[in-house]
């Protein structure tokens, strides 16, 4: 069977972030082999992910409450990857999303440590995020956690679990261009207006210890989250993930499927203005004002930002920098996880310790 282009893109570019990140291997195969178009890739994952879906509302019906959080959150991360880059459709990308974010939402209060939908005044509106903290401990240290272009608050459970695990809060949350933002709020460069959002809001908790928040950014994120600390000094410490430099730069390098989703979620017409947009997504004189001790990783074999753009932020940034390059890792060293994950989760309990 002959697949297009954009399927096989797809699967040679993300597919060991499926997995890494909570997809079954065996569904992974038997979904992605049945598909011979881009056409029906959201079709099918929803379908995998009802199988899920339905074994967790039984799990609830028995009140089976841990299983049933099981099965919702991984019900939530594939209804997550059918939605994922799928803008040619946005009807049906949208349904598909909410049925990802009434997923997680079921999940949530029986996941080990539980989690609270959160919702933070955002420019006249709201952006949506999900808050969760380690049981036992007052007032924990908190990460902010930034999605990328293609990824939700629904995929970030894999992401979550090393900061909960060592003592630190976690909020997820959709920014403008992102998961539920994306459809009220265009994609924007000067993305710490959005985080310095957050941050007020962590800062009316008492739950959590706002002098004390660490941001966290994957793909994208990972521009975002270093633009932020930038500006922010309230950011103690800040990872960046597998982000670009500037995004404009690496436009010509980047699959059709990424370029695609950019615009839409840029509220752009054309591909000439989504790319102006991208333009504005840079640290070009900006990264010297990083002054929080900061990580930095990517994989040396990511062809969606190449390592280079994580060697550039390290020389210019002015606080303290840990770069860490996984010289067989892909975009985001998803194939290898465990080679950053706990290492970086131990450098941001010691930074916000």
């Known amino acids: 069977m002959t697949q297009d282009t954009r399927v096989q893109t797809a699967i040679a570019h993300w597919g060991p972030r499926f997995v890494s990140n909570g997809v079954v291997l065996a569904d992974f195969q038997e979904v992605t082999g049945s598909l011979r178009s881009w056409g029906e890739w959201c079709r099918a994952w929803s379908a995998r992910a009802r199988v899920h879906e339905e074994l967790g509302r039984e799990a609830l019906d028995r009140g089976k409450f841990i299983t049933a959080g099981e099965h919702l959150q991984r019900a939530g991360v594939y209804y997550h990857f059918g939605k994922f880059l799928f803008v040619h459709d946005v009807p049906q990308?949208?349904?598909?999303h909410m049925q990802a974010v009434e997923c997680r939402r079921l999940a949530l209060p029986h996941l080990r440590p539980a989690g609270e939908r959160v919702q933070i005044p955002y420019q006249g509106q709201s952006l949506f995020g999900i808050l969760r903290k380690p049981t036992e401990i007052e007032r924990p240290p908190v990460v902010a956690m930034i999605s990328g272009l293609d990824s939700t608050k629904e995929e970030m459970d894999a992401y979550e679990q090393p900061f909960l695990a060592r003592g630190l809060a976690t909020l997820a949350f959709d920014g403008p261009g992102q998961g539920e933002g994306e459809y009220d709020f265009p994609i924007r460069g000067d993305y710490e207006?959005?985080?310095?959002?957050?941050?007020?809001?962590?800062?009316?908790?008492?739950?959590?210890?706002?002098?004390?928040?660490?941001?966290?950014?994957?793909?994208?994120?990972?521009?975002?989250?270093?633009?932020?600390?930038?500006?922010?000094?309230?950011?103690?410490?800040?990872?960046?993930?597998?982000?670009?430099?500037?995004?404009?730069?690496?436009?010509?390098?980047?699959?059709?499927?990424?370029?695609?989703?950019?615009?839409?979620?840029?509220?752009?017409?054309?591909?000439?203005?989504?790319r102006r947009n991208a333009a504005t997504l840079s640290l070009t004189g900006i990264a010297d004002r990083i002054s929080c001790p900061i990580f930095i990783m990517n994989g040396r074999l990511d062809r969606v930002i190449p390592a280079a753009d994580a060697e550039r932020l390290a020389r210019e940034v002015n606080g303290p920098v840990e770069l860490l390059i996984i010289e067989d890792g892909n975009h985001v060293a998803n194939n290898r996880p465990y080679r950053w994950r706990p290492r970086g989760a131990d450098w941001m309990s010691d930074q916000l310790r």
Do not use: N
């Not at 990308?93 to 598909?96: L, N, P």
């Open 193 to 274: 207006v959005a985080v310095a959002a957050v941050l007020d809001w962590l800062q009316t908790r008492r739950d959590v210890d706002g002098s004390r928040i660490g941001v966290a950014g994957v793909s994208l994120g990972g521009y975002y989250a270093p633009r932020a600390a930038a500006f922010d000094t309230r950011i103690k410490a800040c990872m960046a993930l597998g982000g670009p430099y500037d995004f404009g730069e690496a436009w010509d390098g980047l699959p059709e499927l990424t370029r695609e989703a950019f615009r839409v979620r840029s509220h752009c017409a054309t591909e000439a203005d989504a």
């Open 93 to 96: 990308m949208k349904a598909t």
